[in-house]
């Protein structure tokens, strides 16, 4: 566990706020291996939140009704699995876009899960773009489901349609996630020791194959701009990828055991990563510098030694914040879902210094400014 200074007493520091529950519904494989909630995620537009309810069985619910729920009903709430799969009649209703509580049979054990949604001025990478089957329309929202025998499914939400059967990985794939830029690239995260890179505007087709981890992949990020991706795993991995070229950019050094999550800020300058050695370091990403270093899973202010809230929570898996980061969801051992409310702050002037150029050039380009060295000071997140 994390120490923190001798001023700072861990019994006063402040709960965060419970704002409800997901509960799994009781079954035969209870407590059981495949009843594990692996992972969770929203939508970006903030439609859906899904998770692995167990079992190969992914739930969707739409997340401004289940906060509704939450403010009505009190903060827990079971999940009843039966009758949840979208009708035949209803796929293709009128009614397709409005968000409804349903389920995916996945047909194996379900590791991850990545939203996705198509810009169309955002092209494929292919040249013979007009013999695709599929046209991904502006409004049409994906999801991808990485399974336990090493295939990629790809559903429509609205409908529960299954659109694409990614097939390549000879492992569990392990991690998913889909560039911000709305171009469709996803990329997945697999035991095999491997990074694919699938263009879904292409039909799925898979244009790069990433090597360089010599153990399991655990998981894998994108920059806020698609530049560049992060991938961790065993052995102390943290690899750094151009994301341009398919190249590795760097390895960044510094954990004592498996890497199992990354993700980056929003303004992309920083990158933080999670370790089995029970800490969280927080790095420049741009020449490797480790910036920061947290004990789990709490609630942390950049600036701060120590966190701004703790919440209790055992045999936890998985976490993810909401698209507009109020909210923290975190899936445990047992299938159930836990959400708090996320600490409110007023951002310092510096926090808002930083975030506002960063909006228009990358940390890179920061160091280079011809201002007084302060003020370059000031601007970088040096601590």
Known sequence: ??????????????????????????????????????????????????????????????????????????????????????????????????????IIDCGDIVWSLAFGSSVPEKQSRCVNIEWHRFRFGQDQLLLATGLNNGRIKIWDVYTGKLLLNLVDHTEVVRDLTFAPDGSLILVSASRDKTLRVWDLKDDGNMMKVLRGH??????????????????????????????????????????????????????????????????????????????????????????????????????????????????????????????WATPRQVPSLQHLCRMSIRRVMPTQEVQKLPVPSKVLEFLSYRI
């Open 1 to 102: 566990m994390a120490s923190f200074p001798p001023r700072v007493n861990e019994k006063e520091i402040v709960r965060s706020r419970t704002i409800g529950e997901l509960l799994a519904p009781a079954a035969p494989f209870d407590k059981k291996c495949g009843r594990e909630n692996w992972t969770v995620a929203f939508a970006p537009d903030g439609s859906y939140f899904a998770w692995s309810q167990g079992c190969r069985i992914v739930k969707l619910v739409p997340w401004s009704q289940s906060l509704k729920n939450f403010l009505l009903h009190g903060t827990k709430n079971i999940i009843n699995s039966n009758n949840l799969r979208l009708s035949r009649q209803n796929s293709d209703g009128g009614q397709k876009n409005k968000p409804r509580e349903h």
């Open 214 to 339: 010599q153990n399991w992949v655990y998981s894998c990020a994108f920059s806020p701009d698609s530049s560049m991706l992060c991938s961790v795993g065993a052995s102390k991995a943290v690899f750094l990828w151009n994301m341009d070229k398919y190249t590795m950019m760097r390895k960044l050094e510094g954990h004592h055991h498996d890497v199992v999550a990354c993700d980056f800020s929003p303004d992309g300058a920083l990158l933080a990563t999670a370790s089995y050695d029970t800490r969280v370091y927080i790095w420049d990403p741009h020449i490797g510098d480790i910036l920061m270093e947290f004990g789990m899973v709490r609630f942390w202010k950049i600036d701060e030694d120590s966190p701004v809230q703790v919440a209790p929570l055992s045999n936890g898996l998985c976490c993810a914040f909401s698209t507009e980061g109020s909210v923290l969801a975190a899936g445990t051992h047992d299938g159930s879902v836990y959400f």
